[in-house]
C-alpha cells in the first residue's frame, strides 16, 4: 500500500532539479496538504575504478554545496538518451584522464528517499589507461588508494560524499 | 580552494526544503550563472539498532517519494533545537517502538553533495525493551535480521534506501 497523489503545486521544474508540493494520501486515510519532492529527470552514476594492483581511483572534489574538498569516486549525470554505461565511462575520463573496460552495473539506490527521487546507478569498472587530464573545473587532484586506506578514510569520517561511501562500501566490502 | 557564491535567487524556502540558484564562481575563474542548490535547514538522523543476538532492526516503509515500499532502518528529521542523539532514540521509539540505550554517533556525511547540503548523523545503539506500537502511517511492518540476511538483501540490490544501506554498511562491514 502506496501512498498516493491528490494534486500537485508546481514550484520549480528545470532540467537540473524540479521542486513540488503535492497533497498526498497515506494508506490509513490521513491526509498530508504539503508532501515536497525534489524530482531529478535525470539519473546519476557513481563508479568504482580500481587498477592491477587492487587500489580503487580517487578524486578531490571542491564542492560548492557544502563548501569544503572531498575525495570521492567519478559521478555525474546520465545526459538524455544516454545509457549509464555510456555516462559511467564518460564520466571517468572526464573527472580523472583514465579509460576504463568492462564497466559492470552493480547497484541502484535512492540516496533521500523521503524527498528526493534521485537514483543513483552504481558501477564498478578496471582502469585502462590514462588517456588525458582531468578536468581542473572541479576536479583538483586524484589519486590510487588501497583497500587498507579507504577502510582508514572510512573509519575516520573522511569520505563524507553518499554517494562515493555507497560505491566503495559495496564494492571493497560487500563483494559487489 | 573551493567555489564561492557571487549571488543568490531565492527560488523557495520552507521549513522542510529550500531551493536556490546560485551564481558561483570557480577557483580557475569560471562562472556559473545558475548552480541550483537544495537546501534542508535541519539535519537528518538514521539509527542502527541491534539486540542481544545481534540481529538488526529494520522497518518497511511506503515511501511516497519513489512510490514503493522499502525495507530501511529508522531515521528522521531532528527536530529544532533538538540534539541529535536524541532524535535518534525518538526516531527509534516512533518507528519501531522500542526503547534504545547506549546510542552512539559513528558517521556524519552529505546523502547528494552535488546538490544538496543534507547532513545524515549515522547512529548505533543497542534495542532496550518494546514500550509500544510503530507509527503506522509510514510504517508497514518491523523485523529483526540476522547479518547473512542483510547481506543477502544487499547482494541482491534489496535496499534501496541510501540511508540505510550507508548505516547498515557501517556497521556491519566496517565495524563502525
Redesign the interface.
Known amino acids: ?5 491528490l494534486s500537485r503545486e508546481i ?2 521544474e ?1 532540467d ?2 524540479s ?1 513540488y508540493a ?1 497533497k ?1 494520501e ?3 486515510g ?1 491526509i498530508l496538504d ?5 524530482h531529478f529527470d535525470y539519473k ?1 552514476v557513481a563508479v568504482v575504478v580500481k587498477n592491477e594492483k587492487d587500489e580503487v581511483l580517487l578524486i578531490k572534489s ?9 575525495w570521492e569516486i567519478p ?2 549525470r546520465v545526459d538524455n538518451d544516454e545509457p549509464s554505461i555510456k555516462a559511467a565511462t564518460r564520466e571517468v575520463l572526464e573527472e580523472t584522464g583514465y579509460t576504463i573496460t568492462d564497466p559492470q552495473l552493480i ?12 537514483v ?1 546507478a552504481v558501477y564498478k569498472a578496471n582502469a585502462l589507461k590514462k588517456e588525458g587530464q582531468f578536468d ?3 576536479v ?1 587532484d586524484i589519486k590510487w588508494v588501497s583497500k587498507e586506506t579507504v ?1 582508514k578514510m ?2 575516520q ?1 573522511e ?5 562515493s ?2 560505491g566503495l ?2 564494492v571493497l ?4
Chains 1, 2 share one sequence.
Open positions: 500500500m502506496i501512498p498516493k497523489r514550484i520549480y528545470s537540473w532539479v521542486l503535492d498526498v497515506y494508506p490509513n490521513y504539503r508532501h515536497h519532492l525534489v546519476s571542491n564542492r560548492y554545496v557544502t563548501q569544503s574538498e572531498e559521478a555525474g547497484y541502484k539506490y535512492n540516496p533521500s528517499n523521503g524527498i528526493s527521487d534521485q543513483v581542473t573545473l572541479e583538483m577502510t572510512i573509519t569520517n569520505i563524507r560524499c553518499g554517494l561511501l555507497t562500501m559495496l566490502f560487500c563483494g559487489l
